[in-house]
């Protein structure tokens, strides 16, 4: 074979691979313009204590303060607290959706693709709406009974932020479980119904073990969302619930300490990162 010949197939290759890299340099420009570069500011500016210099100040400080370690079990206490939450009731919903047949069952379906596009303060607002101190409820409560003041008062408190949480994210948990449900067998149900299987029995052994993938997944996305949702919280006007989110806000905004905040934001993106992680192995694992 001529010498020119050979080299054909590799130039080929090269110029493919030049063009790839070419057509990839922009929105890797992008990217670095638009998030890695204000990371890169924030991590530097963590480092940079308002005496000057480079230390290690900033972050002693911080991670020694009550106020941190306070946000922090906060944060992950909510963040757990409502990813199960979600996890429970979304897994209930999405049983029957699947397999309770009701008119509207598909128009219920595609309404859960919907409403994750809703952003979060609308959802707490709407909970305001009803629950807040002027709300509905209370105000029909004191229609009725004649009372100055309503007792539904538990959105100022961290129930209210779970509630509305949960409210939130549950379709994040719907969406994957009624993909897995649209895929599996309906002969395996039939099969244990004719052997005398109940519902809860069905449930149990045959539609959970097919589900815990897509829960896990769907919980894992959950527990990231919770971990940095700062709308909610800032909405509900919780008395007492600072999150990670909400003291970053606090300590840039109202206290003017940036290196403070920017080390708060620094451990907020690290915890999510690793669990963002976590989530992308069980979606992948999941088949998602």
Not at 137 to 143: K, R, S, V
Not at 194 to 222: D, K, N, T, Y
Request: hydrophobic fraction near 55%; glycine fraction near 8%; charge should be positive.
């Amino acid at each position: 074979m001529p010498q020119a010949e050979q080299f054909e197939p590799r130039a080929g290759r090269l110029r493919s691979r030049a063009g790839r890299l070419l057509w990839a340099l922009p929105p890797v420009a992008l990217l670095a313009v638009f998030f890695l570069h204000p990371l890169y500011l924030v991590v530097q500016q963590s480092f940079r204590p308002d005496t000057g210099g480079t230390s290690l100040r900033p972050y002693a400080d911080v991670l020694a303060s009550t106020a941190f370690r306070e946000a922090l079990w906060t944060t992950v206490w909510l963040a757990m607290a409502s990813t199960a939450g979600c996890l429970v009731l979304g897994f209930v919903l999405a049983l029957v959706i699947a397999f309770v047949p009701f008119p509207g069952a598909k128009t219920v379906a595609r309404f859960v693709d919907v409403f994750l596009s809703f952003p979060s303060f609308l959802i707490t607002l709407a909970l305001l709406f009803v629950y807040g101190t002027v709300g509905m409820a209370n105000g029909a409560w004191t229609d009725v009974t004649g009372a100055a003041e309503g007792p539904f008062r538990f959105l100022t408190t961290p129930w209210g932020v779970l509630l509305a949480e949960v409210t939130y994210f549950t379709p994040f948990v719907m969406r994957p479980l009624l993909a897995a449900f649209s895929q599996l067998d309906t002969a395996q149900l039939e099969a244990a119904s004719s052997l005398g299987a109940r519902a809860p029995r069905i449930v149990r052994q045959v539609i959970l073990p097919e589900a815990l993938p897509a829960l896990a997944a769907g919980g894992s996305l959950v527990l990231v969302l919770c971990l940095n949702e700062f709308g909610i919280v800032l909405f509900t006007g919780a008395k007492g619930v600072t999150t990670l989110p909400m003291l970053v806000y606090s300590k840039a905004i109202l206290e003017s300490d940036y290196p403070g905040a920017c080390v708060i934001a620094v451990v907020n993106v690290l915890i999510s990162v690793g669990l963002y992680g976590l989530y992308r192995v069980v979606s992948r694992r999941a088949g998602a």
